[in-house]
C-alpha cells in the first residue's frame, strides 16, 4: 500500500521554467492538498481539492496552479519558477476535510 | 499572521527524561488539534490528536494536553527514546469559515533526544 506519492524527489530549475509536480494517491481519499516547507515557516498550504472536480486556495497560492485530475491524482504546476519557490513541497491527502493527512515523502525543488 | 506557534525552534533532552513541546494558536474557531513528527527525508506523519472538547489525550508515551483558556497545547513524550529525535509540528484545522477542514501547522520544533 503506497500512499501518497510524489514525483519527481528532486528538481533543480532554472528561473522562469516551468514544470509540474505530480501526487497520486491509492487510498480512495476525497481531499487532497499541496504544502511547501521553509525553514522557519512550518508547512504552509498553497492549494488543496475538497473532492474531485473543485480545487481552491490556500494561504501562499502565488505562482502556482494545480489540476485535480481524477479522485487519485492533484498536480502542482509553476508555470515560470522564480528562486522563491525554492523549497520543499508536500503533497497530502485525507479521506474528509478535516481528518489527519497523510503526507508523501516531498519533492525538494531549488530554483536558480 | 501565524496563527498556530511554536515558539521554541529547538528542545535537547536527555533519554528517559519527560520532554515537553509546546505550541499557542489565536483563532478561536479552531476545534481540533493534532501533533506530527517528520523525519529528515520524509512527510511528516501523524501522531496524535486531541478535539476541543477534552483537555487531555493519551496513546502510550505521548500525551497532549489543551488550554482552551488560554490557546495553548502541550505534547508531552515520557520516556523520551532517541528514536524520537525529530521536527515535530502543531496543527490546527477548525469547525467552520476559512479554517474549515485545513490544516494550518506550526513552524515545527527540533527534538534532539540523546543517549
Known amino acids: 500500500n503506497a500512499g501518497v506519492t510524489q514525483t519527481p524527489k528532486f528538481q533543480v530549475l532554472k528561473t522562469g521554467q516551468s514544470m509540474t509536480l505530480q501526487c497520486a494517491q491509492d487510498?480512495?481519499?476525497?481531499?487532497m492538498y499541496w504544502y511547501r516547507q521553509d525553514p522557519g515557516m512550518g508547512l504552509r498550504l498553497i492549494y488543496y481539492?475538497?473532492?474531485?472536480?473543485?480545487?481552491d486556495k490556500g494561504e501562499v497560492p502565488n505562482g502556482y496552479n494545480v489540476s485535480r485530475l481524477n479522485k487519485r491524482e492533484f498536480s502542482l504546476r509553476l508555470e515560470s519558477a522564480a528562486p522563491s519557490q525554492t523549497s520543499v513541497y508536500f503533497c497530502?491527502?485525507?479521506?474528509?476535510?478535516?481528518?489527519?493527512?497523510?503526507f508523501g515523502s516531498g519533492t525538494r525543488l531549488t530554483v536558480v | 499572521d501565524q496563527q498556530v506557534k511554536q515558539n521554541s525552534p529547538s528542545l535537547s533532552v536527555q533519554e528517559g527524561r519527560i520532554s515537553i513541546l509546546n505550541c499557542d494558536y489565536t483563532?478561536?474557531?479552531?476545534?481540533?488539534f493534532l501533533w506530527y513528527k517528520k523525519y529528515p527525508a520524509e512527510g511528516p506523519t501523524f501522531l496524535i490528536s486531541?478535539?476541543?472538547?477534552?483537555d487531555k489525550n493519551e496513546d502510550g508515551r505521548f500525551t497532549v494536553f489543551l488550554n482552551k483558556s488560554a490557546k495553548h497545547l502541550s505534547l508531552h513524550i515520557v520516556p523520551s527514546q532517541p528514536g524520537d529525535s525529530a521536527v515535530y509540528f502543531c496543527?490546527?484545522?477548525?469547525?467552520?469559515?476559512?479554517?474549515?477542514?485545513?490544516?494550518?501547522f506550526g513552524q515545527g520544533t527540533i527534538l534532539t533526544v540523546h543517549p
Open positions: 483563532n478561536s474557531m479552531f476545534d481540533y
Open positions: 496543527a490546527a484545522h477548525g469547525a467552520g469559515g476559512t479554517s474549515y477542514g485545513k490544516l494550518t
Open positions: 486531541i478535539s476541543s472538547i477534552k
Open positions: 487510498m480512495n481519499h476525497n481531499s
Open positions: 481539492s475538497a473532492s474531485e472536480g473543485t480545487t
Open positions: 497530502a491527502s485525507s479521506e474528509l476535510q478535516g481528518d489527519g493527512y497523510t
